[in-house]
């Protein structure tokens, strides 16, 4: 039996908890797990470009002493030169794991039913649960405890918002969400994310008012808001998300003490200011440095699950 890491509704908040125990662990001691992957080799499928997924997930496995073979879109083109079943099937006979970036998330549940070895996520267009779960990681080192803490998410409601709902109410944080009409999070993910709310005891808030928003939050969170493959929309986007900008006068209503975060890459002059993203509450290197090692950490449970 094999176990995936495709979406965080498919995590508890323990599995979480032990998540980021191990990254911690990890982090304090990169060597520690050597040999975790010895001799094994993982696929990195890559539909779109990456700089941080592509170049944490390499570094890790050679970390954890594994192997990683890069396919991009000129190599594997998802159910385009071959159906993506049988991409599943063949890799599984040769590799030990596959990482997967690709457009449409039923691609990632086809490789995932179809592989025999464990997928993960390198982000769909429905979530990036590596990236919040690094910046779960990175919140805890900044304030220990998470639980009470309010994260506000202003901008597009994308996959990188829809894997913080979950990400936040599981944890026990409360996430305000900020988003203009017609670009909401994912309707399902809300949901899902409302159900863990009401275990923890905390509060999901989906509003139009960035400030409303922002007001008393300890995290400040933005995207771009053209995500990969969304570039046709650029023009339409620009205009509607006008007044979502993360600046100065913004972040004046967060709490004294608030990090401002970004998956990254980021777009200076459009979701945030300079002064913002490159002034001293910003932690977003942090958050880019954590995805090593919390996709470290994925790695070795996936791994440890499929021999336990
Ligand atoms: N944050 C993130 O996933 O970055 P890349 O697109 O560079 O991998
Ligand atoms: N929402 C962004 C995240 C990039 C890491 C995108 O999908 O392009």
Not at 66 to 73: S, V
Not at 118 to 127: E, F, K, Q, R, T
Request: hydrophobic letters at 40%; aromatic letters at 8%.
């Amino acid at each position: 039996m094999k176990r995936d890491f495709l979406s965080l509704k498919d995590y508890s908040s323990q599995d979480i908890e032990n998540l980021l125990n191990l990254a911690k662990q990890l982090k304090v001691n990169p060597r520690q797990t050597s040999d975790y992957l010895r001799g094994k080799s993982f696929a990195l499928i890559f539909q779109k470009p990456s700089n941080r997924t592509r170049v944490s997930f390499e570094t890790g496995i050679y970390q954890l002493g594994g192997n990683a073979i890069y396919l991009g879109p000129d190599d594997i083109d998802l159910g385009k030169r071959e159906p993506t079943s049988d991409i599943a099937r063949t890799l599984s006979r040769y590799v030990d794991g596959i990482v997967a970036r690709v457009f449409s998330h039923d691609d990632i549940m086809d490789l995932a039913r179809c592989a025999t070895v464990p997928v993960i996520n390198g982000l769909s267009d429905l979530s990036h649960p590596c990236q919040a779960m690094a910046d779960i990681f990175t919140i805890q080192e900044v304030f220990t405890n998470l639980k009470g803490l309010k994260m506000a998410y202003v901008g597009d409601g994308n996959n990188m918002v829809n894997s913080l709902l979950l990400a936040c109410a599981k944890v026990g944080a409360h996430i305000s969400v900020a988003t203009p009409k017609g670009y909401e999070p994912n309707a399902a993910y809300v949901r899902l994310a409302q159900q863990a709310a009401e275990k923890t005891g905390t509060s999901i808030v989906l509003t139009n008012s960035p400030q409303e928003a922002i007001k008393g939050a300890q995290v400040v969170y933005t995207d771009t808001w053209v995500s990969m493959g969304q570039e046709e929309e650029t023009a339409r986007r620009f205009k509607d998300f006008r007044s979502y900008q993360i600046d100065e006068k913004l972040v004046s209503l967060a709490e004294k003490n608030y990090i401002f975060m970004h998956c990254l890459p980021a777009h200076r002059g459009q979701e945030v200011t300079a002064s913002v993203i490159d002034g001293p509450h910003s932690v977003i290197f942090d958050q880019a440095e954590n995805r090593l090692h919390m996709q470290k950490a994925i790695m070795v449970f996936l791994y440890t699950f499929k021999h336990s």
